[in-house]
T-cell receptor, first 110, second 117 residues
Framework: RKEVEQDPGPFNVPEGATVAFNCTYS??????FFWYRQDCRKEPKLLMS???SGNEDGRFTAQLNRASQYISLLIRDSKLSDSATYLC???????????FGTGTRLQVFP | NAGVMQNPRHLVRRRGQEARLRCSPM?????VYWYRQLPEEGLKFMVY????????ESGMPKERFSAEFPKEGPSILRIQQVVRGDSAAYFC???????????????FGPGTRLTVT
């Protein structure tokens, strides 16, 4: 079983749609959680950290459920520029290495 | 404020040659990480370094790969006697000081795309 699992997609949605991505992680010792986005042939860019209480940044909302070992990302009012691969990332207590999911691809069309 | 810098951006090597990838962390960051992304796969952790110290190399292949972060200058990821399977994107990330019990976000450089012919 992969340490971080994501639906690879692709998710094809029209502009203005709301789309949600899910992610599960296997190690209950996971401590920190992040969503990164990666454009084709570019580096991952930090989108947001995910906190137990959930957090929102503009059109983006992230949720964490430690009991179910589940993380989600909600994107409202999708823009063409949101088209990218979204990476679910965790790291373990007292370690620094990030564990990446393989990503979920989003394509927003006009 | 410059971000994480990596060079070269593209590197072509023939089988058996050596590849040297360089990474300068973001200003104020003392921790450097190397990750590898094979085609159509997720990023995989390779090694974590601080100045003059390798902290965690659990993701490094046992042979041919080495990394350093000298007191002066960039971090270097070195691959000796490259093989076709080493073709990948190699990303460097940096973060500020790490305290036990906390975790800081990592910021990535643009990567080096290594092609072995």
């Amino acid at each position: 079983r992969k340490e971080v699992e994501q639906d690879p997609g692709p998710f094809n949605v029209p502009e203005g749609a709301t789309v949600a991505f899910n992610c599960t992680y296997s190690n209950s010792a996971s401590q920190s959680f992040f969503w990164y986005r990666q454009d084709c042939r570019k580096e991952p860019k930090l989108l947001m950290s995910v906190y137990s209480s959930g957090n929102e940044d503009g059109r983006f909302t992230a949720q964490l459920n430690r009991a179910s070992q589940y993380i989600s990302l909600l994107i409202r009012d999708s823009k063409l520029s949101d088209s990218a691969t979204y990476l679910c990332v965790v790291n373990y207590l007292n370690t620094d290495k990030l564990i990446f999911g393989t990503g979920t691809r989003l394509q927003v069309f006009p | 404020n410059a971000g994480v810098m990596q060079n070269p951006r593209h590197l072509v090597r023939r089988r058996g040659q050596e590849a040297r990838l360089r990474c300068s962390p973001m200003k104020g960051h003392s921790h450097v990480y190397w990750y590898r992304q094979l085609p159509e796969e997720g990023l995989k952790f390779m090694v974590y370094l601080q100045k003059e110290n390798i902290i965690d190399e659990s993701g490094m292949p046992k042979e041919r790969f080495s990394a350093e972060f000298p007191k002066e200058g960039p971090s270097i990821l070195r691959i000796q006697q490259v093989v076709r399977g080493d073709s990948a994107a190699y990303f460097c990330a940096s973060s500020p000081s790490f305290d036990a019990g906390t975790s800081y976000e990592q910021y990535f450089g643009p990567g080096t795309r290594l092609t072995v012919t």
